[in-house]
């Protein structure tokens, strides 16, 4: 029997109104691999990683983590996401601690109380993160990369088998995006599968095993060395808008 692709999307097509964020997108993605996604602003980055997480539902297409749907994914823990901007209160008093242990829900009980195994799954997470120090301070109190690896740390207590990082480096300070990229690459390592956006095309040939350029749909999909050819940036960077 022949084991599913760790992330297969196929023919995504997403409106938003007369707007047309995603064109007959497909991608997939095997298990143990860093792939950055790519595009200028607008491009349809975001609008993909919510359609994979079924936070907009597409017009057509279909979406499988280790060939199950998003849904049945979500709940048996394979499909993390960090946004490029949570909702958070940051004046809410919940400790860095808290908001790691997120990760753990879908692990626990109806009653959503931790066990050993979820406190050594923060305990990790935290280290792994540089965050242990911090653990019990107030999240709105960390810096603004503090914060980022605080929701990354939550996506490795999670366990997720393919996890969705958008923009995880954007306003945050080089001690945090070195930090990042370690766990990250260590994530990898595990077996796990990274879709990452970012605007740093300077880094993805350091961070990335593959890369995606996206403008609406897939314009080109490999290695970095292939994807950052310069007549390929140009169509996905330098494209004037097309009428949908």
Sequence with gaps: MT???ALSV?????????????D?????????????????????????????????????????????????????GLLGYVPQTEQVDWAF?????DVVMMGRYGHMGPTR???RSDHQAVAEALERTGL?????????ALSGGQRKRAFVARGIAQGAGVFLLDEPFAGVDKPS??????????????GATLLVSTHDLAG?????????????????????????????????????????
Excluded: W
């Design 3 to 5: 084991t599913p692709q």
């Design 10 to 22: 196929h023919g995504l097509t997403v409106r938003y109104g007369d707007v047309l964020a995603l």
């Design 24 to 76: 007959d997108v497909t991608l997939e993605l095997g298990h143990g691999v860093v792939c950055g996604l790519l595009g200028a602003n607008g491009s349809g980055k975001s609008t993909l990683f919510k359609a994979i997480t079924e936070m907009v539902a597409p017009q057509r297409g279909d979406v499988r983590i280790h060939g199950l749907s998003p849904a049945r994914a979500r709940r048996r």
């Design 93 to 97: 008093p919940v400790r860095v601690v």
């Design 113 to 115: 109380r931790p066990r």
């Design 132 to 140: 242990t120090s911090l653990a019990h301070r107030q999240i709105g």
């Design 177 to 190: 995006e070195r930090t990042i990229v370690r766990v990250l690459r260590d994530m990898r390592d595990a």
């Design 204 to 244: 993805v040939g350091e961070l990335c095993d593959e890369a995606v350029l996206l403008h609406r749909r897939v314009l080109a999909h490999g290695s970095p060395e292939q994807v950052l050819a310069p007549d390929l940036l140009l169509r996905t960077f330098g494209l004037e808008e097309e009428t949908a």
